[in-house]
């Protein structure tokens, strides 16, 4: 299923996020592994998703990186955009998001989460929105309330952030700010 932002049931929903959680490999970064001779790894980020995510995290939404994996590379993306909710080596993500909701005091209908494989199906079928990108297999696209138009690494969070914003009725002010040169 293809669900486009215009969908009134879905903007709705999005309005009343306050907690947007995501999957790293595949959704934040293309989903490619690069391993140097020395073992290191690398992986590489898109500077719209982490303007999108600041602007987010700014309007009063929480951000959470939810992955499978262990990298220093996401631990230093997650500080350089202040994420404080990171949970690395995650296998049963659900879990993640309903203990972060009791932290937090956010129910998992108020919650948007985006990933892009088996491990985020749970999440992405229960949470208030559930979000996948077109680089996903079909059969996790099809248990998604919103397929992105970018693929995962290539803007598809910056995409989420504006559409969350623009549900909230905050992006004409953060537009006005940058036109008027006052962000």
């Not at 985020?120 to 949470?127: E, G, N, S």
């Amino acid at each position: 299923m293809h669900t486009t932002t215009s969908n009134a049931s879905l903007l709705e929903r999005m309005a009343g996020v306050k907690l947007l959680a995501l999957d790293v490999d595949g959704v934040l970064s293309d989903g490619r592994l690069y391993f140097q001779a020395d073992d290191m790894e690398t992986k590489a980020f898109h500077t719209l998703d982490g303007q999108g995510l600041k602007l987010l995290q700014q309007s009063g939404v929480s951000v959470a990186l939810i992955t499978g994996r262990e990298s220093p590379m996401v631990t230093r993306r997650a500080e350089a955009l202040g994420i404080h909710h990171l949970h690395q080596g995650i296998k049963r993500k659900l879990s993640v998001l309903q203990q972060l909701g009791q932290e937090l005091g956010v129910a998992l209908e108020q919650m948007a989460y985006c990933g892009d494989d088996l491990p985020d199906l749970a999440p992405i079928h229960q949470c208030g929105v559930g979000i996948t990108v077109p680089n996903a297999p079909p059969y996790i696209r099809e248990h998604a309330d919103w397929v992105t138009e970018r693929q995962g690494g290539h803007g598809a969070v910056r995409e989420i952030c504006d559409a969350l914003l623009q549900a909230r009725g905050q992006w004409d002010a953060i537009v006005s700010r940058y036109l008027n040169d006052q962000a």
